[in-house]
């Protein structure tokens, strides 16, 4: 193995172990038994919040599909591949790129060629990252009408600089040649011919202006619809709050997970991010710890589904062939 993968490889250990050693420090702290009772006390509201997170997996494969010039899979493959993409990056995130590549394979099934899938995938993925800036500032905004701006602290701030900073970094390279540094690189690697196309693929989609308002407008609400979910979790825990904290809580939550994006799964960083809003609003560190275990659990019942499903992709691809999810569609 070479020494930079084994570097990365090892890197990418270090981070899970520090994430995983945070998560298990705030739970010990907070108290085994407290957080265990809240949890337990969502009972049934676990099934509303997993059939919530159903509806925010369509969103966000509409946004997918919106992105894609010209005759498209149909609209179930791009549902099968956002499950699955965030099912094997939620139980497998040593392998940040893992949950990507098993969805790029859905669509490439559902008949878009390598290069449009790679390029769809790019370019829904920087749609996201672009939409949560306003979905955080919406939230910063929220929570300066009901706390003032001295509840505004360093690290909100740093979170979303982190948003931007990312934004300021993906749109110009993709303007500015990554596609084409990509197949040059493919080719090197002896891979010629496999992603050729890729910068013409992706200039394309740019081209197409009203499709990534489209996907904009889908992932918009997908990010709206975390707050919902959040506003469930905590009326299932007990302590009901309005729309405006929920939604607060739920858009700088998601900024704190995104500063930790070298640490797989955002693992201790994503719960303590919910324990810091949360207490904003006089909630219970127990409470925050308790919303992001939650969203855990969430993960896991359907993340679990997903991987078994990749697993057979991989072992024959039978379960998940055109024929099964339908024909092409224009």
């Known amino acids: 193995m070479p020494v930079p993968e084994r570097l990365r490889r090892l890197s990418t250990l270090l981070a899970l172990l520090l994430g995983v050693g945070l998560g298990a420090g705030l739970v010990v702290h907070v108290g085994v038994g407290r957080v265990l009772g809240l949890l337990a006390q969502a009972g049934w509201w676990l099934l509303v919040v997993l059939a919530l997170h159903l509806v925010q997996i369509a969103l966000t494969a509409l946004s997918w599909r919106a992105v894609v010039p010209g005759p498209t899979p149909p609209l179930s493959h791009f549902v099968l591949a956002r499950w699955l993409r965030e099912g094997v990056n939620s139980l497998l995130p040593v392998l940040p790129v893992a949950g990507l590549l098993a969805a790029i394979r859905v669509l490439g099934q559902g008949g878009l060629a390598l290069p449009q899938a790679v390029a769809a995938t790019l370019a829904d993925t920087t749609v996201e990252l672009v939409t ?166 969430r993960d896991i019942a359907l993340g679990a589904p997903s991987l078994a499903l990749w697993l057979a992709q991989e072992r024959g691809g039978r379960l998940l062939s055109p024929a099964w999810l339908g024909t092409r569609s224009g």
């Open 132 to 297: 949560q800036i306003p979905f955080t500032l919406f939230g910063l905004a929220l929570l300066v009408l009901a706390r003032g701006t001295g509840a505004v602290s360093g690290w909100m701030v740093m979170g979303l600089a982190v948003l931007c900073a990312l934004g300021a970094i993906l749109v110009p390279a993709q303007r500015l040649g990554l596609a084409r540094l990509a197949e040059r690189g493919a080719r090197r690697l002896g891979l010629a011919g496999r992603i050729d196309g890729l910068d013409a693929a992706l200039a394309a989609i740019q081209r197409a202006r009203g499709r990534l308002a489209l996907a904009a407008l889908w992932h918009l609400l997908a990010w709206l619809l975390g707050g919902a979910e959040v506003w469930i979790v905590l009326r299932a825990l007990g302590r009901p709050v309005g729309a405006a904290p929920a939604l607060v809580i739920e858009s700088l939550g998601h900024a704190v997970r995104g500063m930790a994006f070298l640490i797989p799964g955002a693992l201790g960083v994503q719960e303590g991010g919910f324990v810091l809003v949360c207490g904003l609003f006089g909630l219970p560190a127990a409470l925050g710890l308790a919303v992001s275990l939650v969203k855990r659990l």
